[in-house]
């Protein structure tokens, strides 16, 4: 029989639901694999496995007296050390708060809860979720499972090591300039940028930008859609929240690629990119063709996105960290102190600029979806790097300008606003996880993890192309 943290959410909800298997069996089952598994990865950083087992119990029995169960009923989940869950250590990765334990859920937390969700623990993040190495002063390093030595990304790392290692079927994260879709595509797992507002986020530092979200991983599409669902239920004061309907977002459409038109870009025409990986997305991309109606290369006009990305976010910065900055100063990361003081220096001009072209790159980037239903591009343009190393500071002998030069796969696609979905496409040739990000039209989150479902089952059937699955016997024997 299949280890019940081996199953997907999707199939381990649907066997709860016919009382097929116990939550309080899938609730050990994840319990153990954490305990053998975490000590080598350092994913799982704050644990509340007590609480959680009763609540396991209590949702076993609910389910056996035929009570309503909600769409992640009895679901074990992790939740990223940067939003609060109550009677937990609550760090953000941050010494400053190192003793923190908030009173109650903040909102988001609530939502999953109240869909049944059981909250295990706290998944590693670096300070303030400001990086993409998942490295930080109160809980360590979180290693890749497939290379200890090297980064799983960040800044959702832990959740995507939990997830790739089999601790959790489910765990949430979010994402600036990649903080979902980098971990997922380091550790060959999937996560889903969604449109700007779908999930609400009532605890936002800058109340109407489309940069800081909230996303779900999981191992596979179905079950981030799943999660999704539950994550995007109306609620709580993000003035960026619109209506919509978040039920219907928890099961994917049935596409046919063979209907489907795809742009394809292997560096959106402005991103660092390694050669061996352009190489990798490059073939995989001509056998991907005889799959699809229509698949065109042409490069979005994305040309500038990275610096607006880079000022823009310095705004989120400035609003985030003051207090940090002025009476926290000598328990700052240097990183975060980096990032503020970068971020006071640029002058109001600078911030109007980005304004301005974000919107024309908005309506541009709207244009290339008048030609084709969706564009593809890799995941990341390096592959992952020792986890010793802060960031990469250049790409096949190129330097990077500032400590997020070589994300620009993922943070020029964050200003836009579209819906993005992370997704495995086998192994790089580093043996390391290769993957490529589905970028849907607008408000077309369903849209998107539909057509990125179906690229997913046909992968599955294409040599070297499925979702790669760490060795846990060597990360047992660590």
Not at 94 to 99: A, E, M, N, R, V
């Amino acid at each position: 029989m299949t280890n019940p943290c081996e199953l997907s959410a999707v199939e381990a909800r649907r066997l709860i639901g016919e009382g097929a298997l116990s939550p309080v069996e899938l609730f050990d089952a994840c319990q153990k694999r954490i305990e053998e598994i975490n000590p080598a990865v350092n994913a799982v950083v704050a644990e509340r496995f007590e609480a959680a087992r009763l609540e396991a119990q209590a949702a076993e029995a609910a389910g056996s007296k035929g009570e309503p169960l909600g769409a992640l009923h009895g679901l074990p989940i992790g939740v990223k050390d940067a939003n609060e869950v109550a009677g937990l250590r609550s760090t953000y990765g941050s010494l400053i708060y190192k003793d923190n334990v908030p009173d109650e859920d903040e909102g988001l937390v609530k939502a999953v809860r109240s869909n049944g969700t059981i909250v295990m623990g706290k998944t590693n993040t670096p300070e303030f979720t400001a990086g993409a190495n998942t490295v930080n002063l109160v809980y360590g390093a979180t290693c890749n499972p497939f290379d200890t030595e090297l980064t799983c990304g960040g800044s959702s790392g832990g959740t995507a090591v939990a997830l790739a290692t089999g601790m959790l079927p489910l765990s949430m994260g979010s994402d600036i300039g990649g903080s979902v879709r980098l971990p997922a595509t380091f550790c060959g797992v999937v996560g889903h940028r969604p449109t700007p507002g779908l999930v609400p986020y009532d605890r936002r530092a800058v109340a109407m930008s489309p940069l800081d979200l909230q996303g779900p991983l999981a191992r596979n599409v179905h079950d981030v859609a799943l999660l999704l669902s539950a994550m995007s239920t109306p609620g709580g004061r993000d003035p960026m929240a619109f209506p919509h309907d978040a039920a219907g977002l928890k099961v994917v459409e049935q596409i046919d690629l063979s209907r489907i038109r795809i742009g394809i870009s292997s560096d959106l025409g402005c991103a660092p990119i390694a050669n061996s990986l352009r190489e990798v997305f490059e073939a995989r991309m001509k056998t991907l063709a005889s799959y699809v109606a229509h698949l065109d290369e042409r490069d979005p006009d994305l040309a500038t996105s990275a610096d607006v990305f880079w000022i823009l976010r310095g705004v989120y910065f400035a609003a985030a960290h003051k207090k940090h900055y002025e009476e926290h100063y000598d328990d700052l990361g240097d990183i975060v102190r980096a990032n503020y003081e970068a971020a006071v220096k640029m002058t109001m001009e600078q911030v109007g600029w980005a304004c301005a072209e974000q919107m024309r790159i908005c309506q541009a980037f709207d244009s290339y979806f008048e030609d084709f239903d969706v564009m593809i591009c890799p995941g990341v343009g390096v592959p992952p790097f020792p986890h010793t190393q802060n960031y990469p500071t250049e790409v096949d002998g190129a330097p990077m300008e500032n400590y997020l030069g070589w994300v620009g796969l993922t943070s020029s696609l964050s200003p836009t606003g579209h819906p993005v979905t992370a997704i495995p496409m086998g192994v790089e040739p580093t043996g390391m996880p290769f993957g490529i990000q589905v970028v849907g039209p607008k408000y077309g989150d369903r849209f998107t993890l539909s057509v990125a479902a179906a690229l997913e089952e046909l992968f599955a059937t294409l040599p070297d192309m499925g979702r790669p699955v760490p060795d846990l016997a060597k990360l047992r024997s660590k």
